[in-house]
């Protein structure tokens, strides 16, 4: 398979057009007609994960997160970025990104966090496009039964990969926990759809003190705050799974490097 047929299997699944505007999505390095024997998926590509390509002997790494999100001036191998760029070419390997057209595509990223967590049925958008609505931000979707809010961190913290700090979770831990919303990624900015759906919970990443602290006062769905790594690290296996089935003939791999920026909890 050549580059160019890859990319045309993932972007059936993730149209480039769904991105934001502000977004970077889109072959980042490589030569669209060179041969594809293996892709590697992970969530960022930092310095491990273009290692673990190396020595796996990948031709292609997908990635969620953008390498260059802003414009730069260099790639000299004496910058970070640079370095990650000088090392994929040296070595044939192509960089292909996936963000916020992964996030909105059914499925996307928080269809993969839900079924992560245990929801089942159909999965809904929590902010759906106007003229798409099961495409969209967030999923809604409910427990096979109503579990206690405690019940459900359990679930929650078991169903993704481990990092250092694990989740936090805000409400009463007695809670009636049926009907859940989920975000993969930062989501503080749905909270207000999520109180406005009416659900029992709402999983996401990144959540900031304020607003979370005013959210909870004013009577809002549980909140329960994972790592952004691990509310996204679900969807690279049916990324993987969506080559497999469009009839790439390829080699996948998912990356289990954990890339979440804290390390270490004490």
Not at 22 to 41: K, M, N, S
Not at 86 to 98: C, E, R
Not at 238 to 260: F, P, Q, Y
Request: include cysteine.
């Amino acid at each position: 398979m050549t580059l160019a047929e890859v990319i045309g299997v993932l972007e059936a699944a993730y149209p480039p057009a769904r991105a934001e505007s502000w977004d970077a999505v889109g072959l980042v390095c490589g030569d669209p007609a060179q041969p594809v024997g293996r892709v590697l998926f992970a969530v960022d590509p930092v310095r491990a994960v273009i290692d673990e390509a190396v020595e796996w002997g990948a031709d292609l790494i997908v990635v969620h997160h953008p390498l260059y999100l802003r414009g730069t001036t260099t790639v000299a191998a004496d910058t970070p970025k640079g370095r990650i760029v000088h090392t994929l070419i040296k070595h044939d390997i192509a960089l292909y990104t996936a963000h916020t057209n992964a996030d909105v595509a059914n499925p996307g990223v928080s269809d993969a966090l839900a079924r992560a967590v245990g929801l089942v049925g159909d999965l809904v958008p929590l902010r759906p496009f106007p003229d798409d609505p099961w495409r969209g931000l967030g999923r809604i979707g409910e427990l096979p039964e109503p579990v206690t809010l405690e019940e459900f961190a359990v679930a929650v913290a078991e169903g993704l990969p481990k990092t250092s700090w694990g989740i936090r979770v805000a409400g009463d831990p007695s809670r009636r926990v049926a009907r859940v919303a989920v975000s993969g990624g930062a989501g503080d900015s749905l909270l207000e759809t999520a109180r406005a759906a009416g659900v029992d919970a709402f999983l996401t990443a990144d959540l900031r003190h304020h607003p979370a602290s005013e959210f909870a006062e004013a009577g809002g769905p549980a909140l329960i705050d994972a790592a952004h790594w691990a509310t996204e690290w679900p969807w690279l296996g049916g990324a993987a799974s969506i080559l497999r089935g469009g009839g790439v003939n390829v080699e996948t791999r998912v990356s289990a490097t954990v890339t979440d920026a804290w390390t270490r909890g004490y």
